[in-house]
């Protein structure tokens, strides 16, 4: 019931104080709230609440014995008093909106014409930081925020991986999956499988190697790609197993090989040698199912027996499916995930021999863990720590220069707030010069970050995958942008609009020249040039860290030859060819090549040591090796030609190593390296032991380690299994040469070309070049960090040289006595540059400490170094008082020529 | 200037032109909270939609309490509630059909 206000209960006066504190608490609220509103309104403000409150209160009191009231009354009371900051706030903000906000910024954007020199240098700076940020933020934005561009439903779709007792990243299988499929689990409204892999496409002419998408029927309905020309695959094209050769092209792939052809729709075109008809083309923004990669033909899932071995569709354990799930508006990540467990467990009880153990994990798409956006997790997140600290170094430069442009408008502030201007109006006339430097700012900074997103192809791993590196801006940048430059110029203008505001008329107005400038700006500027320096610190540690880390890493013994190597891939799957004459082709390209001139040895592999993502893994037995409770024994393990142990020149320690014999006709045989026989034969009788790889394979041999990751990596068990016997179409040829291996790379081809002109020899590259790949984080982030390290420094030392050269003209009487007193032009120069040395050292001092703590988090990446490396921290320490060296001599020379007569002339 | 009145606004201005004359009792009737009341009013009065007065302190002395702001509709302010409610009686009642659980 509402009170009539004129009939409502008289309030008591009553002065017990326990039981007024509800109301209390409300006036003090008041009270406390009142500066913020503005000074004309504030007394009837103030009233109206008072009034308000006492009338509420008495309300609530009315017929309480003795104003007592309940917990519930006296927190609607003040809940109620909660509005007094929104209702102030409102009126603030009423009272800057009006007309005065328009005539601050006319009289900030004429102030600012009217010093050209300092808004250019602001607004270049303010585009510096701001433009570093933004291109990180339309990176982050373009592979994680929006890591399936084109596909409309996405938000709703995530990513499942099969999971085991030690892994939740695996792939699905055919039946898995269509069993999950098919009973639907809760809260999800469809799901569709994809496998991405390489083809050979031939229209006419020669064969061009593709990325293809075997998708499942539904997998364009759920992902929600419209077509661009013809029409996508629907559930009709996915119905019997090798009777839908049809084929969906994606835009870019239409566009680069058939020049956007509309008359491609209809035709017919060669996958693997099949014949395929082209029904469409996809939307054009959308690059296929797996993010940051880049798909050129999408063909149905039935089609999987003519583009990948073996009859994958029927075989329950072959695990090599992504699987998409759309959830059900509404549907949680934790209810899906609880319906595919429910589901998973169903499948494990009906399939034991396989799926026991086996759960499914459900992913948010740019969380999943399978997926290029993994690879570019790390690179962002070191980018953007890095361009943080250099938007900060940018706003410290920012705050230096407000301050002392704020000193040098002293005397027209001074008359301004002689005139009756308040403090708070011509902070907000400052801040208003503040948002017009943003404004230009953002716009320097969207300028430079459109310019730099391209550079996004230098943080591409090399990698043999279609890894797509365009980056498209959004309409978010500009807006980001904006934000971040208000925010920087606001917080970071405030201080020094706060000190130029601060009311000291007398001496402002007489505009004596002080013997020292005002005493709480010089600390604040040395706080703020100091800082720059600490930060600059930081990131020239971090430079010379990962410097060393690539020296290391080039010197670093991994095992075998890095000079004298050629590699070259094949994938004889494309063209056609089984198992015998895969192997009998692979043999004889080995030949031809060990046959030219320069050629000392040939060997084919399928994986290669030094590799970015590791090799193949498995988990297995070893006869005589009891495991420890909860060990599982991964070996990670490579399929090797004869020759491979020559051609790499890894050592053999014991036994020997295959021959041509070792084809799995008779004993199943194994090389295994040192560490994988001192772990499980310590009594160094490895030699004749046994491992269970779905059968017992002996161990014919021990070689020397390998490098099979990073250069530094703690050396792991592994073995060698004959290709021969666990065969596999797509391989790479390792040609060790006498001398310079780019000689050979056309004789390698024709080789190639002379045994098959069907199959293409890709990705060639040497040894060195190979290498470089895992070195490719390190290398990014030392060139990162050297950049960006140096551009700090100078904005650093530009920062100091700017401090030291106000200090001194403002010092210059002061100088000018001393001289005249007797002083040395020695003792000036050391007093200056004194001053400037001491600044930058507390700074070193300060970026070190940050540099030793901050650090060892980046300790994984580094090699051969630690993170408290004395050499890195005191070459940077080197670097930055040498540069504040610099940066004081100038000041100080000026300094050290003051005329004692002229300077004394002013006083 | 003519704006459109959002909903919050028309019900405040419909609470005084009912007689609730001053901020809580306004808040009692629309269900508001005090953060949206308050800079409501004197976005009113400036628009003048409503007119404040400050109650005669003799009275509120003698009543021992501190006098209230008291809020009124202006001519201006009861032809635009009048108008509003007009916009808001042409919403008639319908049968609510609510999105069903088609695929598209």
Same mark, same amino acid.
């Given at each position: ?7 409502g ?5 009553a ?17 406390l709230?009142?500066?913020i ?16 409150l006492?009338?509420?209160w ?7 014995a003795?104003?007592?009231?309940? !917990? ?16 102030? /706030? ?13 005539s ?13 020199g300092?808004?250019?240098? $602001? ?10 940020n ?6 982050? @934005? ?12 996405? =938000? ?14 695996? =792939? ?7 069993d ?37 029927? *539904?997998?364009f309905?759920?992902?929600?790609? @419209? ?6 695959? =629907? ?27 509309p ?11 099949? !014949?395929?008809t ?9 690059r296929?199912?797996?993010?940051a990669m880049?798909?050129?033909v ?5 089609? @999987?027996?003519?583009?990948?071995p ?9 695990a ?6 759309? /959830?059900?508006?509404?549907t ?29 994990? +459900? ?5 999943? !863990?399978q997926?290029?956006?993994g ?5 962002f ?11 900060l170094?940018?706003c %410290? ?5 407000l ?13 301004? /707030?002689?005139?009756?201007?308040s403090r ?21 900074g ?30 978010w ?27 000291? /008329?007398?001496p ?8 020292t400038?005002g005493?709480?700006?010089?600390r604040?500027?040395?706080?703020l040039?100091? =800082? ?17 880390t ?5 010197r ?28 009998d082709l ?11 001139p ?76 040192e ?9 160094g ?9 779905g ?5 014919i ?16 068990a ?5 290709l021969?016997?666990?065969y ?6 390792i ?23 069907? +199959? !293409? ?19 990014i ?9 140096a551009?700090?420094m ?5 920062g ?13 009487? *002061?100088i ?19 001053q ?7 700074g ?6 940050? $540099? ?43 300094? %050290? ?11 | ?19 609730k004359r ?25 628009q ?21 702001r008291?809020?009124q ?12 409610l ?19």
């Amino acid at each position: 019931m509402t009170p009539d206000p004129d009939l409502g209960p008289a309030p008591r006066r009553a002065d017990d104080a326990p039981a007024r504190l509800p109301l209390r608490l409300a006036r003090a609220a008041v009270h406390l709230v009142a500066p913020i509103v503005p000074a004309d309104r504030r007394a009837g403000w103030r009233r109206q609440w008072e009034a308000d409150l006492h009338y509420q209160w008495a309300f609530l009191t009315g017929d309480a014995a003795g104003h007592r009231v309940s !917990p519930a009354r006296a927190l609607d009371l003040l809940s109620r008093a909660g509005g007094v900051v929104p209702h102030a /706030l409102a009126l603030r903000y009423r009272s800057w909106t009006m007309p005065t906000l328009m005539s601050d910024l006319r009289y900030g954007a004429r102030t600012l014409v009217s010093r050209p020199g300092f808004a250019a240098v $602001a607004v270049l700076l303010l585009g510096l930081g701001i433009g570093a940020n933004a291109t990180v933020f339309a990176w982050v @934005q373009n592979f994680l925020l929006r890591p399936l561009p084109g596909a409309t439903h996405v =938000s709703d779709v995530v990513v499942l991986h099969g999971t085991t007792k030690t892994r939740r990243d695996i =792939s699905m299988s055919y039946p898995n999956f269509a069993d999950l499929a098919a009973r639907r689990p809760d809260g999800v409204l469809d799901l569709a499988a994809e496998r991405f892999t390489a083809v050979n496409v031939r229209t006419s002419g020669d064969p061009e190697r593709a990325w293809a998408e075997i998708v499942t029927g *539904e997998f364009f309905e759920l992902m929600g790609v @419209q077509p661009a020309e013809g029409r996508v695959l =629907s559930p009709d094209d996915d119905r019997t197993p090798g009777g839908h050769p049809v084929t969906v092209l994606s835009y870019r792939y239409w566009q680069r090989r058939f020049q956007a052809d509309p008359a491609v729709i209809g035709s017919t075109l060669s996958i693997n040698g099949h !014949p395929y008809t082209v029904v469409g083309v996809s939307a054009p923004d959308f690059r296929g199912g797996m993010p940051a990669m880049s798909t050129d033909v999408f063909v149905p899932m039935m089609m @999987q027996a003519s583009l990948t071995p073996g009859n994958r569709l029927v075989e329950r354990g072959n695990a090599w499916l992504t699987v998409y799930a759309r /959830l059900a508006p509404g549907t949680g990540i934790p209810t899906a995930q609880a319906g595919l467990s429910a589901v998973a467990a169903q499948l494990a009880a009906e399939f034991p021999d396989v799926n026991t153990d086996r759960g499914i994990a +459900v992913y948010p798409l740019s969380g999943d !863990p399978q997926s290029a956006t993994g690879i570019f997790g790390p690179v962002f997140m070191v980018l953007g720590a890095v361009v943080g600290i250099v938007l900060l170094i940018v706003c %410290a430069n920012l705050a230096s220069l407000l301050i002392v442009r704020g000193a040098s408008r002293q005397r027209e502030i001074a008359v301004r /707030l002689a005139l009756g201007a308040s403090r708070a109006r011509i902070i907000r006339q400052l801040l208003a010069e503040n948002v017009l430097l943003a404004i230009a700012g953002a716009a320097a900074g969207v300028v430079f970050a459109v310019w730099a997103s391209r550079l996004f192809r230098g943080f591409v791993p090399p990698s043999p995958l279609p890894i797509d590196a365009t980056v498209q801006l959004s309409s978010w940048l500009p807006l980001f942008s904006l934000g971040l430059a208000l925010a920087a110029t606001i917080v970071f203008g405030l201080l020094p609009a706060l000190q130029a505001s601060r009311p000291g /008329l007398v001496p402002a107005l007489r505009e004596s020249r002080g013997t020292t400038g005002g005493r709480r700006r010089t600390r604040l500027r040395n706080l703020l040039v100091a =800082s720059q320096v600490a930060l600059s610190a930081l990131l020239l540690v971090g430079a010379a860290l990962f410097a060393r880390t690539l020296a290391n890493a080039e010197r670093f013994d991994v095992g075998f030859d890095l000079d004298r190597g050629l590699l070259a891939s094949v994938d004889l799957l494309p063209a056609g060819y089984d198992q015998p004459r895969g192997l009998d082709l692979l043999a004889r390209l080995i030949a031809e090549v060990e046959r030219i001139p320069g050629v000392e040895s040939a060997a084919i592999a399928r994986d290669l040591p030094l590799k970015l993502g590791g090799g193949s893994d498995t988990s297995g037995r070893i006869e005589g090796y009891e495991p420890a409770r909860g060990e599982e024994i991964t070996l990670f393990y490579d399929r090797v030609s004869p020759g491979f142990f020559r051609t790499l020149g890894v050592p053999l320690r014991d036994g020997r190593v295959f021959t041509a014999r070792d084809d799995g006709t008779g004993e199943h045989a194994v090389v295994i390296n040192e560490t994988m026989a001192k772990r499980y034969w310590p009594d160094g009788k490895a030699v004749g032991g046994r491992v269970w790889l779905g059968e017992w394979a002996t161990v014919i041999g021990v070689v020397g380690d390998l490098t099979y990751t990073t250069p530094g990596a703690a050396p792991v068990a592994f073995m060698y299994l004959p290709l021969a016997e666990y065969y596999r179409p797509d391989v790479t040829l390792i040609v060790r040469t006498k001398g310079d291996p780019d000689g050979i790379v056309r004789p390698v081809r024709q080789a190639l070309a002379g045994l098959d002109p069907d +199959v !293409p020899l890709f990705d060639v590259r040497t040894m060195a070049q190979h290498r470089d790949m895992v070195l490719f984080i390190p290398r990014i982030v030392a060139t990162l960090l050297g950049a960006l390290g140096a551009a700090a420094m100078v904005l650093a030392a530009v920062g100091l040289y700017g401090l030291l050269a106000f200090s001194v003209s403002q010092r210059t009487p *002061e100088i000018g006595i001393r001289l005249a007193l007797g002083a040395q032009r020695g003792q000036v120069y050391r007093l200056v540059v004194g001053q400037g040395l001491w600044l930058a050292a507390s700074g070193v001092a300060i970026g070190l400490g940050l $540099a030793a703590l901050l650090l060892p988090l980046a300790s994984s990446q580094l090699i051969g170094v630690g993170p408290r490396d004395v050499v890195a921290y005191a070459a940077a320490a080197f670097v930055l008082l040498g540069g504040a060296f610099l940066a004081s001599y100038l000041p100080a020379r000026r300094a %050290a020529r003051v005329d004692p007569i002229r300077a004394l002339r002013y006083e | 200037m003519k704006r459109g009145l959002s909903f919050g606004t028309v019900a405040i201005l419909h609470a005084i032109a009912d007689g609730k004359r001053f901020g809580f009792d306004i808040m009692a009737a629309t269900g508001l909270t005090s953060g949206t009341v308050y800079p409501a009013l004197d976005r009113l009065e400036d628009q003048r939609f409503v007119k404040s007065a400050w109650e005669d302190a003799r009275v509120a002395h003698r009543e021992g309490r501190p006098p209230r702001r008291y809020f009124q509709l202006t001519p201006a302010g009861g032809e635009v509630l009048a108008e509003a409610l007009q916009k808001y009686k042409t919403l008639r009642p319908v049968t609510i059909g609510v999105a069903g659980k088609g695929r598209r």
